[in-house]
């Protein structure tokens, strides 16, 4: 399953070509693999320690990101 879920978020973030909110990422998986929040977090930073993903730190629209 995780190796399912790597491929859905690979695939949504390069046909996005953009910044995602990490919400939108777990919203998205949680629609098409029924994977809680917390699995697709997981599975980001996996992404993330591979060189696969990149990540910014700061506030949007109020709210802390990562």
């Known amino acids: 399953m995780k190796e399912t879920i790597k ?4 695939s949504y973030l390069k046909d996005n070509h953009t910044w995602i909110w ?3 990422i777990e919203d998205y998986i949680r629609d098409i693999n029924g994977a809680k929040g917390d699995t697709t977090s997981r ?3 996996i992404l993330y320690n591979e060189g696969l993903i990149e990540k910014q730190f700061g506030e949007f629209k109020g709210r802390k990101y990562v």
């Open 43 to 45: 599975i980001c930073r």
């Open 22 to 24: 990490a919400g939108q």
């Open 7 to 10: 491929k859905l978020i690979l």
